[in-house]
């Protein structure tokens, strides 16, 4: 399994931005899916973006638009653009790693390595 840590949560106003990055202990290869998910009190963990090592990318409606996920092999690094936010994207978000041979979608995917989170806050 892969190590991730998150960074660049925090605080920000609806209609902002942020971007958060997640780096990789070593670099994900040819066969790894990665993701990013978003966890809210008393709800399941959602897949809202997700690429694979040929960067497609596939991303939940409620985010489709607005967040870009983009993914730098270079310095095992997985980046989360992320703007117009509003208070439905208020969460932890948690970066993960899996095998894309299960699947690499935001519907199908096999994730096997997940960070600790970093926490996004909207204030109106």
């Known amino acids: 399994q892969v190590q991730l840590m998150e960074f660049g949560g925090g605080s920000m106003q609806a209609g902002g931005s942020l971007t958060l990055s997640c780096e990789a202990s070593e670099h994900p290869g040819r066969r790894f899916c990665m993701g990013w998910f978003r966890q809210k009190a008393g709800d399941e963990r959602e897949a809202i973006a997700v690429i694979d090592p040929n960067d497609r990318t596939s991303y939940a409606d409620s985010v489709k638009g607005r967040f870009t996920i983009s993914q730098d092999n270079v310095q095992n690094i997985l980046l989360l653009q992320m703007s117009n936010l509003n208070s439905e994207d208020a969460g932890v978000y948690v970066c993960?790693?899996?095998?894309?041979?299960?699947?690499?979608?935001?519907?199908?995917?096999?994730?096997?390595?997940w960070g600790k989170g970093t926490r996004v806050i909207i204030s109106s």
């Open positions: 993960a790693a899996g095998n894309v041979g299960y699947g690499c979608t935001v519907h199908s995917y096999g994730m096997d390595s």
